[in-house]
Structures are given as structure tokens and as C-alpha cells.
């Protein structure tokens, strides 16, 4: 795989480690043309967006040991589907977002404007 990009045209910063995130399970925002759900928003985890992501029927919170998942907490980073945000975005209640570690790809299906609002590593 060749070294991917953030927004900003520079190597992806790790997302989290602890717990180990991204489609690679690599601790980035990796993608490639096989991820389809486009893992590439590194995302920090709130109670408000585990629920609206539960009540979607994707529980990212409930520990799946099956498949070594702890199950995520508020403050937990993780690599989040593009489109997942965009929509919990539009209900208002989309997760913050460490831009730096988000890859580039997010950009087709995310707005650049949207996510900067969002992030929490710019000042």
C-alpha cells in the first residue's frame, strides 16, 4: 500500500492504537478500493453519537470478544465511515474529528468545511 495522504496532502497521523482502529486494523484511516464502507474519519467517540450509531444497528459499544472488540467509550478515537458521519452529521450530532489522522479519501463524501467545524486538532 502506498503512503497515504491526509486533507491536508501529508502522511496520515495515527488515529488510535488503544484500541486498535482503521479497515487494516493498522491504527490509520487506511482505505483502499476494498473498504467498502470507506473507514477514513478518524473520529472521537461521544456517548451521544455510540447511541446514534446503536440505534442505526451498528453498536460500536457493546464488547464483541468473538471478534476481539472491547467495544468503544466517549473519548475513544476510531476510524469511522465517511458516510456514517455525514450522516449523524446531519442529525446533529456528529463526533469530533482529529483531521490530521482522517484521510483524504473522506473528501468525496464529506465536505472539507464540515469537518474542519468539527475537528479537534486545528487551532
Not at 15 to 42: A, K, L, V
Not at 64 to 92: H, M
Request: aromatic share 8%; glycine share 8%; with cysteine.
Amino acid at each position: 500500500m502506498s503512503e497515504q495522504k491526509n486533507p491536508f496532502g501529508e502522511p496520515i497521523l495515527s488515529c488510535s492504537e488503544q484500541p486498535m482502529t482503521g479497515y487494516f486494523r493498522d491504527g490509520c484511516c487506511n482505505t483502499d478500493e476494498t473498504d467498502g464502507g470507506s473507514h477514513t474519519i478518524c473520529a472521537v467517540m461521544t456517548d451521544e453519537f455510540l447511541e446514534y450509531s446503536k440505534s442505526k444497528g451498528n453498536d460500536l459499544s457493546t464488547p464483541r470478544p468473538e471478534f476481539g472488540f472491547d467495544g468503544l467509550l466517549a473519548g475513544d478515537r476510531w476510524c469511522l465511515c465517511a458516510a456514517r458521519w455525514q450522516e449523524a452529521a446531519d442529525a446533529g450530532c456528529p463526533p469530533q474529528v482529529v483531521l490530521r489522522a482522517c484521510n483524504e479519501a473522506a473528501l468525496e463524501i464529506v465536505d472539507m468545511a464540515q469537518l474542519r467545524q468539527h475537528a479537534v486538532d486545528l487551532n
